[in-house]
């Protein structure tokens, strides 16, 4: 299998950290790297060199790179994601110089499909649905998709670029602004008031963390038969819409009490869609399994962030 020995870029995320997880309890070798972010003019030497460890370190050309590091949310200017597209170019360039002629593993890219299909009005949306990001965020990621597709046609590396719905799940980073079930969860335990800037009847499409891991892992096995140098998009998701309203019932369900919400005004809010529904038509047997129910999802978030140190 393509997965027999990975490295996950981005390990320390929500997503990454699920793909490790789902790697470990797979019995595959992972691999990670402690990527100086802060420093852009070494992180392409310090990651290909670990990817480059990573393809001697077994026989054979069972390998794969899930990259799942990413900067910015929706509502992050220009200049940030101009940054990171000339480092994640400058890396993928790299990773061709060091690698030895002949190497061939399988890639996986995490995009949005939120930000990529924003702007378009025509829900639900599948991989054949015509991008229309709102905002720079999705600009930048379907910048990087290309990028990454450039890389692998030249180098001979399978693709897949996954498109991915609204995460959850314990482990958000709630300091960043983004993770509306965690950002709410932790609002009410705190004893704060949490701003909603979007209309209640806003629709998102929220798939757990550790159902987002399982299918991605599924789904990189699958595309090793894919031909040296081509790519395949797909759409995750729990392909089911959920309203904020729905959220909030549900937070308070779980919760056992109110959630004190005050509408606001942000800026950012024109670049939010009021509908993201998704329905996959790539891979889909990876979809055919018992997905984590909103409600057990929402107890697993909740419960860690009571345990979880923040400050308040």
Request: aromatic share 6%; charged share 20%.
């Amino acid at each position: 299998m393509s997965g027999t020995r990975s490295l996950v870029v981005g390990s320390g995320g929500l997503l990454g950290g699920a793909l490790v997880r789902e790697l470990t309890a797979r019995d595959r070798r992972v691999h990670r790297v402690a990527v100086p972010w802060d420093d852009s003019a070494a992180v392409p030497a310090v990651i290909a060199e670990a990817v480059l460890h990573l393809v001697e370190s077994g026989p054979g050309s069972e390998w794969s790179l899930y990259w799942t590091a990413g900067t910015g949310v929706v509502a992050t200017g220009e200049a940030e994601f101009e940054t990171e597209q000339r480092v994640v170019e400058a890396t993928l360039a790299e990773i061709e110089r060091v690698l030895p002629s002949g190497t061939s593993g399988t890639l996986f890219f995490a995009s949005s499909a939120g930000a990529t299909y924003a702007g378009n009005p025509a829900p639900p949306f599948s991989e054949d649905s015509e991008t229309a990001p709102l905002a720079p965020y999705g600009r930048g990621k379907l910048r990087l998709e290309d990028t990454f597709r450039d890389f692998a046609a030249s180098s001979g590396h399978r693709l897949l670029i996954g498109r991915i719905s609204n995460l959850y799940g314990p482990g958000q980073n709630i300091a960043k602004p983004q993770g509306l079930i965690s950002q709410l969860a932790a609002a009410r335990l705190d004893g704060r008031p949490s701003n909603i800037y979007v209309p209640l009847h806003t629709v998102r499409d929220y798939l757990f963390v550790d159902d987002a891991g399982a299918m991605i892992v599924d789904a990189v096995d699958l595309v090793e038969d894919l031909e040296a140098g081509s790519s395949l998009l797909k759409i995750f998701a729990a392909q089911e819409g959920v309203s904020i309203s729905g959220i909030i019932a549900m937070l308070e369900k779980v919760m056992d009490r109110s959630l004190d919400i005050v509408s606001g005004h942000d800026p950012a809010a024109v670049y939010q869609a009021l509908d993201l529904r998704f329905r996959s038509t790539q891979l889909t047997q990876v979809d055919a399994r018992s997905l984590t129910s909103l409600e057990e999802g929402v107890r697993r978030t909740v419960a860690a962030l009571q345990t979880a140190p923040r400050d308040s």
